[in-house]
């Protein structure tokens, strides 16, 4: 079983809809971040979280939500998703802060907002 | 602005030849700079990191360069091979903050 594991891999929704996309680890890390990839703009962080109940915003978190409801498992939420943010997201870990630097990657989850 | 930048969308290289993907910072704060590879369907792995206060880090076919004064870093995959071939991103990071990525670069390394 992989490491960090996201579900669902591929999502097509249409736009207004609330979606959900969910991060579980076996890492046992403390550190679980949401990133999107966009073609030409590389890995944007949007949301990160250094433990349960700290929640903190990246440089692109508009439009999102997170929960951190135990420390293997973060979700992303989309309220009412348009279509750009249709994105390739990833979710990752790290062990902190002496490990911070280097993140593990689940597959990533391509959404598609139409 | 985009803090770290890797100006190269893609490259292309002959297998056994040298493979040199740059990535260019404007935060002079930046203490340590990183690699990650990405293939197709798969997330980022790590590949190698260095230091702001080294000037060179190696392991194995992969080396990378900072030149702090050019606040530029490079790595060099010697000899590249056909598994080498997927996205380069390079990732910065200012001492207690997240990292800060480039758009990467895709390189092909042709057999």
């Known amino acids: 079983d992989a490491d960090v594991t996201q579900t669902p891999r591929n999502r097509i929704t249409k736009t207004g809809k609330r979606i959900m996309l969910e991060c579980s680890q076996t890492?046992?890390?403390?550190?679980m971040y949401w990133y999107r990839q966009d073609p030409g703009l590389g890995l944007r962080l949007i949301y990160y979280s250094f433990d349960v109940k700290d929640i903190n915003k990246g440089e692109i978190s508009d439009g999102y939500s997170v929960s951190r409801q135990a420390q293997a498992k973060f979700s992303l939420s989309l309220e009412s998703a348009i279509p750009n943010q249709t994105a390739l997201y990833f979710c990752?870990?790290?062990?902190?802060?002496?490990?911070?630097?280097?993140?593990?990657f689940g597959a990533g989850s391509r959404l598609t907002v139409l | 602005d985009q803090q770290v930048k890797q100006n190269s969308p893609s490259l292309s290289v002959q297998e056994g030849r040298i493979s040199i993907l740059n990535c260019d910072y404007t935060n002079s704060m930046f203490d340590y700079f990183l690699w990650y590879k990405k293939y197709p369907a798969e997330g980022p792995t790590f590949l190698i990191s260095?230091?702001?206060?080294?000037d060179k880090n190696e392991d194995g076919r992969f080396t990378v360069f900072l030149n702090k004064s050019a606040k530029h870093l490079s790595l060099h995959i010697v000899p590249s091979q056909p598994g080498d071939s997927a996205v380069y991103f390079c990732?910065?990071?200012?001492?207690?903050?997240?990292?800060?990525f480039g758009a990467g670069t895709i390189l092909r390394v042709k057999s």
């Open positions: 990752a870990t790290s062990l902190g802060p002496s490990g911070a630097n280097v993140l593990t």
């Open positions: 260095i230091s702001s206060i080294k």
């Open positions: 990732a910065a990071r200012e001492y207690g903050n997240k990292l800060v």
């Open positions: 890492k046992g890390h403390d550190r």
